[in-house]
């Protein structure tokens, strides 16, 4: 099954109602392949969702930036995947590195949230990779092959996951991976769920590359056979750069 190139915008916790309204506007202008050919998914913070879907041209689509690890109730400070449900928001981004890291999510954490959301019917983009500490000990595929197997334990129905691949090194730095890079890790990814899940969920889902995307780099990343899209921050933000790293793909 041929994979659907897959570009997503993370503005994290970016933006005010003018600077997201600017945003969408540039994003409704912006002429891009059809929605069979490349699927377009923008992840403004909790407070902007429903300004940014009623706003946004229908043929893009809207990401929340985290959800509840079950059922919604006494989680102060929490959103469940039944209220995006509600709102009709159909992606959510798990396991993000910055709420690895700084909130101390942990992979198990992260497998039962992806698999939450995906069974209450939330799409999931479940982020993994490496630190720089880690790539240069050699371990970056033990790493995302843990985190992977932490969400393969709870996931049963792959089709609505995307796996992003964001090495942590690369996210914020300027210091994108080089084609080759992505695509090794994304060869063995695609390797380990063949082995380790089945040959259908491996040839289907797709793997996209976060960390310092812009419109300049993405497209001999996109070149790579195993690059099924990215995720991209920063330059999300950048009302230049918006429409030039989804328009060049394909
Ligand atoms: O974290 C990212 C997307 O989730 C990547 O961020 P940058 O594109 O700013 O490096």
């Known amino acids: 099954m041929a994979r659907k190139f897959f570009v997503g915008g993370n503005w994290k916790c970016n933006g005010t109602t003018e600077e997201v309204k600017k945003i969408v506007t540039t994003l409704n202008e912006a002429e891009v392949p059809s929605e069979d050919v490349v699927e377009v998914v923008v992840s403004p913070p909790f407070v902007f969702l429903t300004l940014v879907k009623s706003l946004l041209r229908s043929d893009f689509h809207v990401?929340?930036?985290?959800?509840?690890?079950?059922?919604?109730g006494a989680f102060t400070g929490e959103i469940s995947a039944e209220m995006l449900v509600n709102l009709g928001i159909p992606w959510v981004i798990i396991g993000h590195s910055e709420r690895r890291a700084l909130l101390n999510e942990s992979n198990e954490f992260v497998g039962d949230k992806v698999a939450y959301a995906v069974s209450q019917g939330v799409k999931a983009i479940a982020c993994i990779g490496e630190t720089l500490e880690q790539r240069e000990s050699g371990s970056t595929m033990a790493v995302v092959a843990a985190q992977t197997k932490a969400i393969a334990e709870k996931v049963t129905n792959w089709e609505n996951v995307v796996l992003a691949y964001e090495p942590v090194w690369a996210i914020g730095t300027g210091k994108v991976a080089t084609p080759a890079q992505a695509q090794e890790v994304h060869c063995e990814l695609r390797k380990?769920?063949?082995?380790?899940?089945?040959?259908?969920v491996a040839a289907s889902t797709r793997i996209i590359y976060g960390g310092s995307v812009n419109g300049a780099n993405c497209n001999e990343l996109a070149a790579q056979p195993d690059v099924d899209g990215f995720l991209v921050g920063g330059a999300s933000l950048k009302v230049s750069d918006v429409p030039s790293f989804i328009v060049p793909l394909v």
């Not at 990401?63 to 919604?72: E, I, L, P, S």
């Open 63 to 72: 990401a929340a930036q985290n959800c509840w690890v079950r059922k919604g």
């Open 192 to 200: 380990w769920l063949n082995d380790n899940v089945n040959s259908e």
